[in-house]
């Protein structure tokens, strides 16, 4: 996933993590150096094949703005 900037990268990365998807995120300490870098590559999310399915329907929620309260499982 392409994230807008780093500050939405880490959200969805704790959002992913709270619902057991882990994901890497590449590219958000470049961030910091805009302005100063050419542009290049966006912040982006990567997830496991086997957790992508999972994963997108999550982003899919996200991109909605239906996520709702998200509290753990009891």
Known sequence: YNAGNA???QIL?????????????LG???QG????LPAGE????MVD??????GRAI???WERGDMGI???DE
């Open 13 to 25: 990365h704790d959002v992913l993590a709270q619902e057991g998807v882990p994901t890497l995120v």
């Open 42 to 45: 966006p912040v982006r999310l």
């Open 7 to 9: 500050v939405e990268a």
């Open 70 to 72: 998200l509290l753990p």
């Open 33 to 36: 150096a805009v302005g100063m």
């Open 28 to 30: 958000a300490a470049l």
């Open 59 to 61: 982003v899919g929620r």
């Open 49 to 54: 094949e086997a957790d992508w399915e999972r």
